[in-house]
């Protein structure tokens, strides 16, 4: 297979397992993103991906060859990490054409491939200008470029954007998803920012205490979260416990939700239900009833708090399509079954 796969990869510190077992298949010119809480393994896989860490088992491979103990630089990777780790001395021009020098490219190769990189970045005209003179984002350019200059297989970067301001962090997921997609490489990145992962990635990887949760695109993870641990760490939702009888009838707080089902045989369940698909209705006329504990009206949305028997459940909607409600209020909640996901333990 052309592209990236890991293999039962596991690795160990001591008696620690930082990564447990862990499969995946990256196909050649996706974009993933691997996202999770801190600590739970992220970049210790990147690492192990990058041939800085040795897996303590399993086997990672790369366009089919087996590259799990393959020494870092002859893996032909681009890497960006947090520490950009420019050189403060070199120009821009040199600093990208770094690599390109050591491995003795010929000085108009290397002009002529600096030239191009400053264009996909932005950034024609700054060969000459000392690094130091560039501002957080233009560093931060300057750094995937020369991680992109030998034209590498594959493109690892970790917290590559942490460092800048949330603006300029935004408008740079752009540009690195569109350069991304024009020269079709083989990326992953690391974050801990979910609007990041959703920006940029094909498939989102998110990972928990070393194992990894879901794996899909951005829209199925939203929409589709295997379990409660990716509803609850991706967006908002609302979680609640539901039950079925023998006939598979399925109720919310005694109350019937028609058209719901649960697996077969299970007495018990959570759905997850986005708050964006919660809808208030007149009370009595939804699944549940609830009070308005409080209502934040954001400009674009409005959030809505509802207190129904011991839980919160929290709807949004547009000010187009705003119910007009106020706090101490009763309202209806509907829970729609389409949209509702009953989650794996
Ligand atoms: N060299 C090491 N020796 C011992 N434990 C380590 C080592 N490197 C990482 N760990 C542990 O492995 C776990 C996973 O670490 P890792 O850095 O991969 O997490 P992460 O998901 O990238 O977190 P963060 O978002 O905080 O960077 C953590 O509990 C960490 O303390």
Same mark, same amino acid.
């Given at each position: 297979?052309?592209?990236?796969?890991?293999?039962?990869?596991?690795?160990?510190?001591?008696?620690?397992?930082?990564?447990?077992?862990?499969?995946? %298949?990256?196909?050649?010119?996706?974009?993933?993103?691997?996202?999770?809480?801190?600590?739970?393994?992220? +970049?210790?896989?990147? @690492?192990?991906?990058?041939?800085?860490?040795?897996?303590? #088992?399993?086997?990672?491979?790369?366009?089919?060859?087996?590259?799990?103990?393959?020494?870092?630089?002859?893996?032909?990777?681009? =890497?960006?990490?947090? #520490?950009?780790?420019?050189?403060?001395? !070199?120009?821009?021009?040199?600093?990208?054409?770094?690599?390109?020098?050591?491995?003795?490219?010929?000085?108009?190769?290397?002009?002529?491939?600096?030239?191009?990189? !400053?264009? =996909?970045?932005?950034? #024609?005209?700054?060969?000459?200008?000392?690094?130091?003179?560039?501002?957080?984002?233009?560093?931060?350019?300057?750094?995937?470029?020369?991680?992109? /200059?030998?034209?590498?297989?594959?493109?690892?970067?970790?917290?590559?954007l942490s460092?800048l301001d949330a603006k300029l962090r935004e408008a740079m997921q752009?540009?690195?998803?569109?350069?991304?997609?024009?020269?079709?490489?083989?990326?992953?990145?690391?974050?801990?920012d979910?609007r990041e /992962?959703?920006?940029?990635?094909?498939?989102?990887?998110?990972?928990?205490?070393?194992?990894?949760?879901?794996?899909?695109?951005?829209?199925?993870?939203?929409?589709?979260?295997?379990?409660?641990?990716?509803?609850?760490?991706?967006?908002?939702?609302?979680?609640?416990?539901?039950?079925?009888?023998?006939?598979?009838?399925?109720?919310?707080?005694?109350?019937?939700?028609?058209?719901?089902?649960?697996?077969?045989?299970?007495?018990? /369940?959570?759905?997850?239900?986005?708050?964006?698909?919660?809808? !208030?209705? /007149?009370?009595?006329?939804?699944?549940?009833?609830? +009070?308005? %504990?409080?209502?934040?009206?954001?400009?674009?949305?409005?959030? %809505?708090?509802?207190?129904?028997?011991?839980?919160?459940?929290?709807?949004?909607?547009?000010? @187009?399509?705003?119910?007009?409600? #106020?706090?101490?209020?009763?309202?209806?909640?509907?829970?729609?079954?389409?949209?509702?996901?009953?989650?794996?333990?």
């Amino acid at each position: 297979m052309s592209g990236l796969a890991l293999q039962n990869v596991v690795k160990e510190f001591g008696a620690f397992k930082a990564v447990n077992d862990v499969d995946l %298949t990256v196909p050649h010119g996706t974009f993933v993103c691997m996202l999770g809480p801190s600590g739970c393994g992220k +970049t210790t896989l990147l @690492r192990m991906i990058a041939g800085l860490d040795l897996p303590t #088992s399993g086997a990672i491979r790369l366009d089919g060859e087996d590259i799990t103990r393959v020494p870092t630089h002859k893996r032909n990777l681009g =890497m960006v990490f947090q #520490s950009l780790a420019l050189f403060p001395h !070199l120009t821009v021009g040199e600093n990208i054409a770094y690599s390109l020098r050591i491995r003795g490219a010929p000085k108009e190769d290397q002009k002529k491939r600096v030239e191009e990189l !400053l264009s =996909m970045i932005h950034l #024609s005209g700054y060969a000459d200008r000392p690094v130091s003179k560039l501002s957080g984002g233009q560093r931060q350019r300057v750094a995937i470029a020369r991680a992109l /200059a030998i034209s590498p297989k594959l493109f690892l970067l970790d917290e590559p954007l942490s460092a800048l301001d949330a603006k300029l962090r935004e408008a740079m997921q752009v540009e690195l998803r569109q350069l991304q997609q024009k020269l079709g490489i083989t990326t992953i990145v690391v974050t801990h920012d979910q609007r990041e /992962a959703m920006t940029m990635a094909d498939t989102v990887v998110v990972m928990s205490g070393g194992e990894i949760r879901q794996a899909a695109s951005p829209i199925e993870i939203y929409r589709r979260p295997a379990d409660s641990f990716v509803a609850d760490f991706i967006g908002q939702t609302n979680l609640i416990e539901v039950e079925s009888d023998t006939r598979n009838h399925v109720t919310v707080l005694g109350q019937p939700v028609p058209g719901l089902q649960l697996p077969p045989g299970a007495a018990k /369940a959570t759905i997850s239900i986005r708050p964006e698909d919660v809808h !208030l209705t /007149a009370p009595g006329a939804g699944a549940l009833t609830g +009070t308005v %504990t409080f209502v934040r009206d954001l400009g674009g949305t409005i959030e %809505t708090f509802v207190e129904a028997g011991d839980r919160q459940i929290v709807a949004v909607s547009t000010p @187009r399509e705003r119910p007009e409600v #106020s706090v101490g209020q009763q309202v209806g909640i509907a829970l729609t079954p389409d949209v509702c996901v009953v989650l794996r333990k």
